[in-house]
């Protein structure tokens, strides 16, 4: 297999992760580690592969699933490395977040949609409005990074953290989204190296469900 973010042999375009990409997937499974030096290698290793836009992106992002405390962590060490200062903050707009999240809501989860917000509703009805309107609409519908690239990095961390319902749910999102499979198989072996050795078990054989549908 060629390395990641490398080219084939054939000449062929590679269909898995580029050099930005994967710097990005392993950002994204090196947050769920709570590792302040291995956050700290991953964020200089973006620093020459990746807009910082795009790093900073996937860090906001990973509040919905890490919380404040890992991202903010995240934040004032990407400031000390970058040297960047913070930019301006996004309006506020919650209607239109309601109708963005709808979309994208249902472009990563496609013919199982209704089913997931039926599910999340009977749990608790304010989990399904802030799933779609918070998650997807204010946060995953973001501009500054595909949908495809998202749900890979999202998929990474969930990887490392352990959490085999939701990384099935965002393997097929990532798929749903345009991103191929040899992409989606490289960014779960990346996160397998920041995993333990349980956490990568699962998430291989969550990946193997995955590509047995």
Request: with cysteine; glycine share 8%.
């Amino acid at each position: 297999m060629a390395e990641i973010g490398d080219p084939s042999d054939s000449g062929t375009k590679s269909q898995g992760l580029s050099r930005a990409d994967g710097a990005l997937v392993r950002l994204s499974a090196v947050l769920a580690t709570r590792d302040p030096a291995r956050l700290r290698a991953a964020l200089e290793a973006c620093g020459s592969e990746v807009r910082p836009g795009e790093v900073e992106e996937v860090i906001l992002q990973s509040y919905l699933f890490l919380g404040y405390p890992t991202a903010l962590d995240a934040f004032r060490t990407w400031r000390r490395v970058s040297g960047r200062k913070a930019g301006e903050a996004a309006e506020e707009d919650w209607e239109a977040w309601s109708r963005r999240g709808e979309r994208v809501c249902r472009r990563v989860y496609a013919g199982q949609y209704e089913g997931l917000r039926d599910n999340i509703r009977a749990l608790h009805p304010d989990m399904e409005r802030w799933m779609v309107v918070e998650g997807y609409g204010k946060v995953l519908a973001r501009p500054g990074l595909e949908l495809e690239r998202r749900e890979l990095c999202i998929a990474a961390l969930l990887a490392v953290l352990g959490a085999p319902t939701q990384l099935y749910s965002h393997l097929r999102g990532a798929l749903n989204a345009g991103a191929p499979r040899e992409a989606v198989e490289e960014a779960v072996e990346l996160a397998c190296r920041e995993a333990d050795q349980e956490a990568a078990r699962e998430a291989r054989t969550v990946w193997e469900r995955v590509r047995s549908r």
